[in-house]
């Protein structure tokens, strides 16, 4: 009865000691994984923009942070659209500092979303939300050769058909999703406005993208925008005019966005220490968790070998006349003495096997009760809207309980539980091993 | 028979209650030879008990030596004790104290725990002691599905395990009834004839008493002068009704089957 007493708490505290490690181990796993997405797609990002030193961006809408780089992929439809003469083109072509021109190419577009909208579920850090956002995004590109081989206006990953190319009219160039929606595949024609257009070629793209590429002057007609454009891309003769010229335009067209290399650094820059902070906040909750987990686990131990100390005293006090009788008939003190711990031990070993048992069933559920979650955003505060994660690829919220228990760490525990038991009946048995035989035989 | 196993000089105890001091024993010599049977009788606390437990050394004497197979061991050190007490002595208790967990032979196996002898060794001796109690078929029982006579044979057998230089016995008849009584003192003074063993036996009960060789007497924690030879000093024992020999041993005289009282 009091051994069953023992046995369960030695094995309620084995089941915490093997479970919270695991949980652990758990967090720092998807911690671990957690940093390397996010260094990865500071690096992607670092990358990109040092390839465009010398690009100037203007839209006549605000940028949506990483989506600066995917024209057309709007994650939240309903943005107010508007646009500009493309007199601004030749305007911008003309800047020049100190009596230089300055400017290498101006590149227009037109970003039009479709008349037709669609309704989507996606998923987000909050869960399930249903978004209403328009069927496509149309992009007029710039099909003049000089352009076409000198910049990457085009999306490269053709996956059916052939890229647009030099003059093309009535030519769409569809991302991959949007096969479906117009049931259309390479050759096939669909209808636009009330146009048709002939499938040239399929790119592959992100789920979010859903882009048709087409000329610019196709689209200006489709679209009823005749000589207006939404965005520029303006590249100068050196990267180091960039920041210069952008203040131009920005003082020019006030109504423009306008983001240099070093808007865009300073975003990455902004970014990137938001992510630090994700990374430190991530940290010092596992910290405060592994702390708490360590006060549990050493009073689950301390609590435990008081447990087996009183028993066993309990036990020894039961016992003393037997014990008397032993030490008649010869028993050496150690022979007592290792009786009794001998018995601690045994009751470690079965105490431990419980646990274990006890552990490997609950251990996921009692290590996230243990420890508190992970909290990458620290306090309240949650990611803006406006600055979008890319939050496919970060291990997310509820991603880390995956526990699993190693048999080292099963071997651990039985360890620890012979210890406890070992320990909690050391003073008991040496107290067993000094009473006087004719004391003990006296108790009744 | 010259050969002194067990001698007492001087032995006092004073066992001390509060302010109060009672001399359990004053002034104990004793000598006992070896292949002995000595009983020493005396009424209720005149002092048995205590005397029993110095020499099984259980308890110490307040002064005086007890020299046992030529040591001394009151200047043996408590820690050291352990090794007088499995090979020197055996303990009969009046209570028997067997572990009642224990099975008969577990419960003579008991005293070798610790002497460096095999599992097999052990069995081995622990049943031949049992065969010599008439126990033999008894070994798996637990100390309570037996009767009070059979468990004092058990703990007979469990204190001979590991050979003792003498065997010790308080009342070991103290808890028997009258027949199962003379069952045990019988056995005690087969063990004596037949197998030699030196035996100090204390007892309030006469009848008892008188199974010895020697017979002494105590009270009040003094050692009597007086001196009585038990039955098993006799030369020989003859049947009171056919006058032909008998052995103490025997309950009814193999010659004529008459009763024999003790
Ligand atoms: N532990 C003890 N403390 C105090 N007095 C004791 C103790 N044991 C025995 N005595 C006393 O010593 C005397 C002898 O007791 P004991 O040896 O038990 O006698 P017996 O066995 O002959 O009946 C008695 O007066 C008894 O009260
Ligand atoms: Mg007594």
Redesign the interface.
């Known amino acids: 009865m009091r051994t069953l007493l023992v046995v369960i708490a030695l094995g309620f505290s084995i089941a915490i000691m093997i479970s919270i490690p695991a949980g652990i181990m758990a967090n720092q796993e998807s911690m671990q994984t957690l940093s390397e997405n996010l260094t990865s797609t500071i690096t992607t990002m670092q990358e990109e923009i040092n390839k465009t030193a010398t690009l100037i961006e203007c839209s006549t809408t605000p940028n949506q942070g990483m989506q600066t780089f995917r024209p057309g992929g709007g994650f939240f439809g309903g943005v107010n659209e508007t646009f500009i003469n493309e007199s601004i083109v030749d305007e911008i072509y003309s800047i020049n500092v100190s009596g230089v021109r300055v400017v290498k190419d101006v590149i227009p577009s037109l970003e039009k979303s479709s008349s037709e909208n669609i309704t989507e579920t996606i998923t987000t850090p909050f869960g399930n939300r249903t978004v209403y956002r328009s069927a496509y995004t149309i992009i007029g590109v710039c099909l003049n050769s000089s352009i076409i081989s000198s910049y990457s206006i085009l999306p490269t990953n053709i996956t059916a058909g052939e890229n647009l190319s030099e003059g093309d009219s009535c030519y769409v160039l569809i991302s991959s999703n949007l096969t479906e929606y117009f049931e259309a595949g390479v050759g096939d024609t669909i209808t636009i406005n009330g146009e048709l257009f002939t499938v040239k070629g399929i790119f592959e793209s992100s789920s979010q993208t859903r882009t048709v590429y087409m000329n610019i002057s196709d689209a200006q007609r489709i679209t009823g925008l005749t000589g207006e454009i939404s965005k520029l891309y303006v590249y100068v003769v050196d990267s180091s005019y960039a920041t210069q010229v952008a203040d131009v335009i920005k003082a020019a067209y006030p109504e423009l966005y306008v983001t240099s290399y070093q808007d865009r650094l300073e975003n990455l820059q902004q970014m990137q220490s938001m992510y630090t902070q994700t990374l430190s906040n991530a940290e010092s909750s596992i910290a405060q968790a592994q702390s708490t987990a360590t006060q549990v686990i050493i009073i689950a131990v301390a609590a435990t070998s008081l447990i087996v100390l009183f028993v066993m005293l309990y036990s020894v006090r039961e016992r003393t006349?037997?014990i008397g009788?032993?030490?008649?008939?010869?028993?050496?003190?150690w022979?007592v003495m290792s009786q009794f711990m001998l018995e601690g031990v045994l009751i470690g070993l079965i105490g431990g096997a419980t646990g274990v048992l006890i552990g490997s069933t609950i251990a996921p559920f009692l290590s996230s009760f243990l420890i508190p979650q992970i909290n990458l955003f620290g306090g309240t505060q949650r990611p803006q809207a406006s600055v979008q994660m890319p939050s496919t690829n970060i291990v997310g919220l509820q991603s880390y309980t995956t526990v699993t228990l190693s048999p080292e760490l099963i071997l651990l525990a039985l360890g620890a539980a012979v210890l406890l038991g070992a320990i909690g009946s050391l003073y008991p048995a040496w107290r067993a091993s000094k009473i006087s035989?004719?004391e003990a035989?006296r108790y009744e | 028979m010259n050969e002194t196993v067990l001698e007492t000089e001087k032995l006092d105890k004073v066992y001390k209650l509060g302010g109060r001091s009672i001399r359990a024993l004053s002034d104990v010599n004793l000598q006992v030879k070896k292949g002995d049977f000595v009983s020493i009788m005396g009424p209720s606390g005149s002092g048995k008990t205590t005397l029993l437990n110095i020499l099984g050394c259980l308890d110490k004497p307040t002064s005086g030596r007890i020299i046992l197979d030529d040591v001394d061991v009151t200047t043996v050190p408590e820690k050291e004790l352990y090794k007088i007490r499995r090979y020197k002595i055996g303990f009969v208790f009046q209570t028997f104290n067997l572990l009642p967990y224990l099975s008969a032979i577990e419960n003579v196996e008991l005293p070798m725990e610790g002497t460096g002898k095999s599992k097999e060794e052990k069995l081995k001796r622990a049943r031949e002691l049992l065969k010599l109690v008439g126990l033999a078929e008894r070994e798996n029982h637990k100390p309570l599905r037996l009767s009070a006579g059979e468990q004092q044979r058990v703990a007979i057998a469990r204190a001979l395990a590991n050979g003792p230089s003498i065997l010790l016995a308080d009342e070991p008849t103290g808890n028997l009834d009258a027949k199962t009584k003379y069952e045990i003192v019988r056995l005690l003074g087969k063990l004596n004839t037949e197998h030699g063993t030196t035996i100090v036996m204390v007892t309030h009960d006469n009848a008892i008493a008188s199974h010895a060789r020697r017979v002494l007497f105590i009270n009040d924690g003094k050692m009597l002068s007086k001196e009585k030879m038990g039955l098993f000093a006799k030369e020989k024992l003859t049947c009171p009704a056919c006058g032909r020999e008998i052995q103490i041993t025997h309950v009814f005289c193999p010659h004529c089957g008459r009763k024999l009282s003790n």
Not at chain 1, 325 to 333: D, M, Q, R, T
């Open positions: 006349k037997e009788i032993l030490k008649a008939i010869g028993f050496s003190n022979n035989p004719i035989l």
